[in-house]
């Protein structure tokens, strides 16, 4: 059974830092795609960032882009972020597809099969 668990997720002031990280287990993922998505409170939910597995092509959106990194380490996916705004509050979902995403699909989270329960960023101006 394929379980996917975040981690890492608190409260900063605005400029501060956090670490999210996330486990995949229960299948191989080895040449699939991971993404970062997140939700606001009334909002929908955004895409924020993609890797994939095989070859590590990474894929961020723009309002994250230079201040957000994603990295790999075996069956977990880190997203190291940094110079964080109070338009960044949300929960953050890790999500895993086990096939090499299209750059035009790995975006939408109608693609990925499997999905954390959340963890919740706020940050405070």
């Known amino acids: 059974q394929v379980h996917v668990a975040e981690s890492g997720g608190g409260s900063v002031q605005t400029g501060g830092s956090l670490r999210l990280s996330c486990v995949a287990s229960?299948?191989?993922?080895?040449?699939?795609?991971m993404g970062w998505f997140r939700q606001a409170p009334g909002k929908d939910r955004e895409f924020v960032v993609a890797?994939?597995?095989?070859?590590?092509g990474t894929y961020y959106a723009d309002s994250v882009k230079g201040r957000f990194t994603i990295s790999r380490d075996k069956n977990t996916v880190f997203l190291q972020m940094n110079r964080l705004e109070p338009e960044d509050t949300a929960i953050y979902y890790c999500?895993?597809?086990?096939?090499?995403?299209?750059?035009?699909?790995?975006?939408?989270?109608?693609?990925?099969?499997?999905w954390g329960q959340g963890t919740q960023v706020t940050v405070s101006s």
């Open positions: 999500a895993a597809h086990n096939r090499r995403l299209i750059l035009s699909a790995l975006r939408s989270g109608e693609n990925y099969d499997y």
């Open positions: 229960g299948h191989s993922f080895s040449g699939g795609t």
């Open positions: 890797i994939r597995w095989g070859g590590g």
